[in-house]
C-alpha cells in the first residue's frame, strides 16, 4: 500500500463524508458511501425485507471488482478492517459519482474510463451490478461478491455461519450461510475463474464503533468472477434472494407539482426522487411510509407529519386518503400506534400523532375536489378523536379544564421530543407542551368544518365553543407577560424548565387559528431566526440554555441526551415557513425570505441524494441520525412547493 497523501485524503472524505440509499419498495435497500467504502453495518448492495417491510436482512455487503489490464490487477473498491486500514485503495482512481437517475461511480485508471451503476429492482429480482468501458482498449473485470445473512442491525462473525456454496454452471453460484438455508443466487455475464472460498475477516464499521456499536465482522468470497470489457458492452453482476416474494412493488402515482417556478429544478427533482424511496406497502398490506433509511420502520407521526408532503404536495391525494383510513383503522382509544412492527408489542405512547392524523386530513380536504364525500368518509375516527381527547384517554393525554390539552405519565415521553436514556425521558415535557394545544385548537377547527358540511351544526357549534376556550387559555397561559416570549410548556410536572425557548411554538405562530398578535407573533418568530434557525432547519433548544448540547455525537446514551436538547432538525423548516406566511403574509418577499432558508437543505439534498434527519447545533452543523428520513424530505418538499407555487 503507498502513503495516503493529504489530497486523497481529502478526496476518500469527500466521498466517504457523503451516502446514497436506493429502496425496492418493500422494505428492503441498498445503501453505501459516493467512495464504495463501507462505513457502517447497514451498508450493503443488497438488503431483503422478512417481513416485508420490516425484518431486513443484509445479503451482500460489497464487491471486490479489480480491473485487469495485461495481466495487472488494478483494485478499484475501497475497503476498511481492524484497526483502521484501508485496503485496497480503489477511491485514488475515481473521479466521479452521481446518485441520480441510479448510483455511479466513474473511475480513470490505466488509459481507460469505466464507469459502475447499481440498479435496484423493484420487481423482486434484487440488485445488477453492471460494467461499463465508455473509453480505452478492452480489459477485464474480476469480481468477488462478498456474502453474509444477518440482520442489518447487528454484525456476524464466520463462527456463525458454515458456508454452502453452489456451482451452478459457468456464471453463477448459489451460496447459503449454512445448509438448509436460504441461498442467495450469484450469477454474470463472464465465468467462474477462482472456486476458492475465502472469508475477509475484520471488516471494521467506523461509523458504528464512533455510535458505540459492535463494528467488526467477517464475510464470506464464495468465488471469484471474470467479466469481460470491451467498449460499447455493458456487463453485469446480479445477486437474488432465494426466499424473494413474487410480489413486486406497487407503482406509486406519479408526482405532480403545482409549481412552475424553473429556478431549483435540480433541488426539485432530488427531493422528488428521495421522496419515492420511503413510499412502500406496509405490515399489513396498505400504503405505508418509511420512517427513515436505513433502521427505522413505520412510525405513526413520522407518517402524519410526512403525508402532506410526500403525498399531498404531490398530486397524490388518492394514496394519502387510502394512508389515513390505514391509520384511522388502528386507532385504540383515540390514539394511533406508535409505531408498527414484528419485532415489538403495538404501543400508542404518543400525544400528538392523531392531531397530526387530523392536520394531515384537513390538508386533504383543502385539496379535495370531493370535500363532503372526503368528510363522510373520515368522520368516524376524526370524532373519535375528538371525543377521546375530551373525554380523557391513554398515558394522561386530554384535555384540562381551561382547555389545554396536557399529556404526560412516568417513563413517557409522549411528544415528538422522545428520547429515553436509561429508562428516563431526557425532554419528558410532562404537562401542557405548546404544540399540542395548537395542534388541539386546529383540529377542533377540522372538526368544526366537518360537522358543518356534513350538516351537524349543535356539533359545529360545541367544538367551535371549546375552541374559542382553547384559543383564549392559549394566549393567557403561553404568553409571557414579562418578556413577550412563548412559554415551551405549562404545568411542567417535572422540574422542567417550561420557559425554554424551543422551535414547537411554531405551531401555535403557524396556525390561522391563534390568538396572539401580530406584534407578539413576530417577536417570537424574530427570536426563532436569531436562537433556532440555521441553514440546514432549527435548533431544538437555543444556545443560550444551560442544557444546550452542540454536537450530535458519540454512543447512544450521548446522542439521546443531545436529540433535542440543540440538534438541528430539518423538518422543522415546515412548521417555521407556516409561521412566516401566517405572520408576516403570503406575499413575495416572505416567500423569498423561506427559498433563502432552504437553500442549505437544497444543496444537501442535490449532493447527497436525500436529507438526514439531524445535524449538530453548532457549526458546521455535521449531518447525524438517519441518513435519509421522510419527515425532513416532506416538509422541505412541501415548503418548496408551496414557496414556488
Request: aromatic share 8%.
Amino acid at each position: 500500500m503507498s502513503p495516503l497523501r493529504l489530497g486523497d485524503g481529502r478526496r476518500l472524505l469527500a466521498f466517504t463524508g457523503r451516502e446514497w440509499v436506493v429502496a425496492d419498495g418493500r422494505g428492503g435497500y441498498a445503501h453505501g458511501t459516493h467512495a464504495g467504502l463501507a462505513t457502517r453495518k447497514y451498508h450493503g448492495l443488497l438488503v431483503v425485507a422478512r417481513p416485508a417491510p420490516v425484518g431486513r436482512l443484509l445479503l451482500v455487503a460489497r464487491v471486490e471488482d479489480t480491473l485487469v489490464v495485461d495481466g495487472e490487477e488494478i483494485p478499484l473498491d475501497t475497503s476498511c478492517y481492524e484497526p483502521g486500514v484501508l485496503h485496497p485503495e480503489g477511491f485514488r482512481h475515481q473521479v466521479a459519482f452521481s446518485a441520480r437517475p441510479v448510483p455511479t461511480w466513474t473511475y480513470a485508471v490505466a488509459g481507460r474510463r469505466l464507469v459502475k451503476s447499481l440498479h435496484v429492482s423493484r420487481q423482486g429480482e434484487g440488485v445488477r451490478v453492471t460494467w461499463e468501458l465508455v473509453e480505452g482498449d478492452a480489459a477485464a473485470i474480476r469480481v468477488r461478491p462478498l456474502l453474509t445473512r444477518r440482520s442489518h442491525h447487528a454484525v456476524a462473525r464466520s463462527a456463525d455461519f458454515d458456508p454452502v456454496v453452489e456451482r451452478v454452471g459457468e456464471a453463477a453460484v448459489r451460496w447459503r450461510p449454512r445448509a438448509g438455508d436460504p441461498a442467495t443466487y450469484v450469477s454474470v455475464d463472464g465465468v467462474v475463474v477462482d472456486d476458492q472460498a475465502w472469508w475477509y475477516r475484520d471488516t471494521l464499521y467506523p461509523v458504528e464503533q464512533d455510535r458505540g456499536y459492535d463494528a467488526i465482522e467477517d464475510l464470506h468470497a464464495p468465488c471469484r468472477f471474470e467479466l469481460p470489457l470491451v467498449q460499447g458492452e455493458p456487463v453485469s453482476m446480479r445477486a437474488t434472494a432465494e426466499d424473494e416474494p413474487a410480489s413486486t412493488a406497487p407503482a406509486w402515482p406519479a408526482a405532480r407539482l403545482s409549481t412552475r417556478n424553473v429556478v431549483g429544478r435540480d433541488a426539485q427533482r432530488a427531493l422528488l426522487a428521495a421522496a419515492e424511496s420511503f413510499l412502500v406497502v406496509g405490515c399489513d398490506g396498505r400504503p405505508g411510509i418509511i420512517a427513515g433509511y436505513p433502521w427505522f420502520e413505520e412510525w405513526g407521526r413520522d407518517t402524519m407529519l410526512a403525508i402532506p408532503g410526500l403525498l399531498i404536495a404531490t398530486g397524490r391525494t388518492g394514496v394519502a386518503a387510502d394512508m389515513l383510513d390505514a391509520w384511522a383503522s388502528r386507532l385504540r382509544r383515540g390514539l394511533l400506534p406508535n409505531r408498527l412492527g414484528d419485532h415489538h408489542a403495538i404501543e400508542t405512547n404518543t400525544a400528538d400523532a392523531s392531531l397530526l392524523w387530523v392536520r394531515a386530513l384537513d390538508r386533504l380536504l383543502e385539496t379535495s375536489r370531493a370535500r363532503d364525500a372526503m368528510a363522510k368518509r373520515f368522520r368516524g375516527p376524526l370524532f373519535e378523536i375528538l371525543e377521546r381527547y375530551i373525554a380523557g384517554t391513554d398515558h394522561g393525554i386530554g384535555v384540562d379544564a381551561d382547555g389545554l390539552l396536557r399529556a404526560g405519565a412516568p417513563g413517557l415521553a409522549l411528544t415528538w421530543m422522545d428520547a429515553v436514556d436509561a429508562a428516563v425521558p431526557v425532554t419528558p415535557r410532562r404537562g401542557k407542551p405548546i404544540e399540542l394545544s395548537a395542534l388541539w385548537l386546529d383540529a377542533l377547527h377540522t372538526g368544526v368544518m366537518v360537522a358543518e358540511l356534513l350538516g351537524d351544526d349543535d356539533l359545529g357549534a360545541e367544538l367551535r365553543s371549546r375552541a374559542t376556550a382553547t384559543a383564549s387559555a392559549m394566549r393567557h397561559r403561553f404568553l409571557d407577560p414579562v418578556s413577550g416570549y412563548l412559554r415551551d410548556v405549562v404545568d411542567p410536572e417535572d422540574g422542567e424548565d417550561g420557559d425554554a425557548f424551543r422551535p414547537n411554538l411554531l405551531f401555535a405562530l403557524g396556525s390561522s387559528h391563534h390568538p396572539f398578535t401580530r406584534d407578539e407573533a413576530e417577536r417570537n418568530l424574530a427570536r426563532v431566526d436569531v436562537d433556532l434557525r440555521v441553514a440546514t432547519g432549527l435548533r431544538t433548544l437555543s444556545p443560550t440554555h444551560a442544557s444546550y448540547e452542540g454536537r450530535y455525537a458519540g454512543d447512544q446514551s450521548s446522542r439521546d441526551r443531545a436529540y433535542h436538547q440543540g440538534t438541528v432538525w430539518p423538518w422543522l423548516l415546515g412548521p417555521w415557513a407556516d409561521a412566516v406566511l401566517r405572520v408576516r403574509g403570503d406575499g413575495a418577499r416572505s416567500r423569498a425570505t423561506i427559498l433563502d432558508a432552504l437553500e442549505g437543505s437544497l444543496r444537501f439534498v442535490v449532493d447527497h441524494g436525500s436529507l438526514p434527519e439531524v445535524f449538530d447545533g453548532d457549526d458546521a452543523h455535521a449531518p447525524g441520525g438517519c441518513p435519509a428520513q421522510a419527515w425532513s424530505v416532506a416538509e422541505v418538499l412541501r415548503v418548496f412547493v408551496r414557496a414556488t407555487s
